[in-house]
């Protein structure tokens, strides 16, 4: 494991614990091991450390919808929906999401994890679109992904029902959509 990781690993924990706003930077150095100017000297500032928190932890959710779409590329309703599903249970787990959904932060961490989340979602799952069905198109593949990104997180942090409910929701706006560039 890097110090990166250990500084990062111990965001998390502080995160879980006490929430962002709470947590400064001598605490994550001394929970991490390290002094606060190797802090410092890994992340800059406060602000990129917490962009590196929500990265990967954002990189966690994606991994994971990753693995459900490629386990069930042959019937894309049902990966759509497992994976959506399987994003919206897990994000309710997540601290960024929860929270963000308490309002304790301010503004921060929402546009972190909107900005970041929307951008970096609508690459992999663009990508992974196109890998797991070569003939979408990119253009198509960018738009599913980008809406449901959007979607997604919009259900994450305003949860009206729960993660299947959502998920079979989605799948009924989006499953024509996906069946029409999938060319079924």
Same mark, same amino acid.
């Given at each position: 494991?890097? @110090?990166?990781?250990?500084?990062?690993?111990?965001?998390?924990?502080?995160?879980?614990?006490?929430?962002?706003?709470? #947590?400064?930077?001598a605490d994550v150095a001394r929970a991490a091991g390290v002094s606060r100017q190797t802090v410092y000297n890994e992340f800059?500032?406060?602000?990129?450390?917490?962009?590196?928190?929500?990265?990967?932890?954002?990189?966690?959710?994606?991994?994971?919808?990753? $693995?459900? @779409?490629?386990?069930?590329?042959?019937?894309?309703?049902?990966?759509?929906?497992?994976?959506?599903?399987?994003?919206?249970r897990l994000a309710s787990d997540e601290p960024l999401v929860r929270i963000i959904v308490a309002d304790a932060e301010g503004?921060?961490?929402?546009?972190?994890?909107?900005?970041?989340?929307?951008?970096?979602? #609508?690459?992999?799952?663009? #990508?992974?679109?196109?890998? @797991?069905?070569?003939?979408?198109?990119?253009?198509? $593949?960018?738009?599913?992904? $980008?809406?449901?990104?959007?979607?997604?997180?919009?259900?994450?942090?305003?949860? #009206?029902?729960? $993660?299947?409910?959502?998920?079979?929701?989605?799948?009924?706006?989006?499953?024509?959509?996906?069946?029409?560039?999938?060319?079924?």
């Amino acid at each position: 494991m890097t @110090v990166r990781d250990a500084i990062v690993d111990a965001v998390d924990a502080l995160v879980r614990d006490r929430g962002w706003a709470a #947590t400064t930077m001598a605490d994550v150095a001394r929970a991490a091991g390290v002094s606060r100017q190797t802090v410092y000297n890994e992340f800059g500032t406060r602000q990129e450390l917490v962009q590196a928190y929500v990265l990967r932890e954002i990189e966690a959710l994606i991994a994971a919808v990753e $693995a459900h @779409v490629r386990a069930h590329h042959d019937d894309a309703r049902a990966a759509l929906s497992g994976a959506f599903g399987l994003f919206l249970r897990l994000a309710s787990d997540e601290p960024l999401v929860r929270i963000i959904v308490a309002d304790a932060e301010g503004g921060e961490l929402i546009r972190l994890l909107t900005l970041t989340g929307l951008s970096v979602a #609508t690459d992999r799952v663009g #990508t992974l679109i196109a890998d @797991v069905w070569p003939q979408v198109g990119a253009a198509d $593949a960018r738009l599913v992904a $980008a809406s449901l990104a959007r979607l997604a997180i919009s259900h994450a942090l305003v949860p #009206t029902e729960n $993660a299947e409910a959502s998920a079979a929701a989605v799948t009924r706006l989006v499953g024509p959509f996906v069946d029409e560039i999938l060319g079924e």
